[in-house]
């Protein structure tokens, strides 16, 4: 065996890892699969099969929530890892206001917000209008009318007219924010029901900044976020920036320089370059977080207006659930929201799942109980304090060693088919990898967290 370690692992492991005494900035999977459907109601949602997420929020209470696109409705993962559909039948169309959400219809639902009190708020796109559910489950319509069109400003939310609403965002005073994709503005839904534009002409462009956000040009705005005083996020897609409008009414570009490309990594994120940005996020300590879509990565704009890539490594596909955030491969991120602890979850459009980037410590409930690798090989929980499981479906008798990066084997370890309990003391927190021989032959890989 120590023949094996040497020829195999050791190459392997130099090159490609580092221990990280700190806290690693992990990835993973809470729902969903390479394979797109609907499936897996009252089940851990890592199993679950959903559509083009476009949507994703998170509440006080540990509950995340989804826009499941082309399944036309809002599915929810309890702090449990449980996931359910909370509206919408799946049928596209529009029906059931004032009754139970889950007999009620939507149509490719956009963005998605939940507030303090558990109020879920839904961008109904093609329905033209911003729904909202309430903590008896009960739908309703908050603004638009059914009709595309831009009218309705200084007048009731309902009976004004919304074309193809996306991001929608919600802030501690009840307020509703909201891209009119369809008019290139931006709306707020007042507490007592009033709408009103803050930002965008209705003319698609760019122009305005330093100036009042009512007389700026937005073009193809996405993602929205609000701060806890109330400063305004855009991701202005089509312009490849993010805009900030602040408690004046303000407008500002913080992060692109309009350009589309992929630069500027520890620098200013006004000299930064996006491609497309779809989503944007802030946190309770005022980093911002952007869904840098097109160029297939997550980017960190910090409180001194420092950019850096904290997930994705730029190439599209699906890989790297269980190590660094940084080393995986994403593919068209999308809505981005951050919880109270800080971790960030974003939509991973193409590859059909949410993922979750643990910035600060991730419980087992907000990463579910599990990590399932794509061939059959259960590891839980991940991360762990150097006890945990492997659940081995297709190897009846193997072999595991964990390796440090200077390709050292710290644990060996018979295995069988089934769960089997792996038990490490006295090694060091931080990243390492594992790999399952089965006769000689390698089987498995992936990082294992030690906290």
């Known amino acids: 065996m120590k023949s094996l370690l040497g020829k195999y692992i050791v190459p392997f492991f130099v090159v490609s890892l580092s221990i990280s005494t700190s806290k690693a900035q992990n990835i993973y999977s809470i729902a969903g699969s390479s394979v797109y459907g609907y499936s897996g109601d009252g089940g851990q949602a890592i199993l679950a099969e959903i559509s083009h997420p476009t949507g994703v ?6 509950n995340t929530y989804i826009s499941d696109q082309f399944n036309h409705c809002i599915r929810k993962i309890n702090s449990s890892g449980i996931i359910t559909t909370i509206a919408g039948t799946g049928t596209a169309g529009y029906s059931g206001d004032g009754g139970l959400s889950t007999l009620a219809q939507i149509y490719n639902p956009f963005g998605v917000a939940a507030d303090i009190a558990g109020n879920v708020y839904i961008a109904d796109n093609v329905n033209h209008r911003i729904r909202k559910i309430n903590t008896s ?8 009318n059914g009709s595309p069109g831009f009218s309705g400003d200084g007048g009731q939310a309902t009976s004004a007219q919304l074309s193809y609403p996306k991001g929608v965002t919600v802030d501690s005073q009840g307020n509703v924010y909201f891209h009119d994709g369809g008019n290139n503005v931006i709306r707020k839904i007042s507490s007592s029901g009033t709408i009103n534009t803050i930002a965008g002409t209705g003319i698609s462009g760019f122009s305005g900044d330093g100036g009042p956000a009512t007389m700026a040009q937005v073009f193809n705005p996405d993602g929205i976020a609000v701060d806890k005083i109330g400063n305004i996020f855009i991701a202005d897609a089509s312009n490849n920036r993010i805009r900030k409008i602040n408690t004046s009414g303000v407008i500002n570009t913080i992060a692109g320089t309009g350009a589309i490309g ?7 994120a006004i000299t930064a370059q996006l491609y497309s940005p779809s989503g944007v996020s802030v946190d309770t300590v005022g980093n911002i977080y952007i869904s840098d879509t097109y160029n297939n990565r997550i980017r960190k704009i910090n409180t001194s207006g420092i950019i850096n890539t904290v997930g994705g490594t730029g190439i599209g596909g699906f890989s790297g659930d269980g190590g660094l955030a940084n080393a995986a491969d994403i593919l068209d991120p999308m809505s981005i929201t951050t919880n109270e602890a800080g971790n960030i979850y974003f939509c991973d459009y193409s590859n059909n799942r949410i993922r979750i980037v643990c910035v600060n410590t991730c419980t087992l409930a907000n990463i579910n109980t599990y990590f399932k690798n794509n061939n059959g090989l259960l590891l ?3 991360p762990n ?17 964990i390796v440090n990066s200077l390709g050292q084997k710290i644990h060996e370890q018979k295995t069988q088919r089934g ?22 032959i390698h089987a498995h890989s992936g990082t294992v967290s030690i906290e």
Do not use: C, W
């Open 57 to 62: 929020a998170a509440d006080i209470f540990g």
């Open 137 to 144: 489950g009960i739908i309703t319509t908050i603004a638009g």
């Open 262 to 268: 992929y630069s500027g990594d520890g620098g200013t």
């Open 380 to 382: 839980f929980p991940n």
């Open 385 to 401: 304090n150097g006890t945990f499981s492997i659940q081995i479906d297709n190897i009846e008798n193997g072999v595991l060693f």
């Open 419 to 440: 769960v089997n309990k792996i038990a490490t003391s006295g090694i060091p927190t931080g990243l390492y990898h594992y790999r399952l021989f089965n006769n000689m």
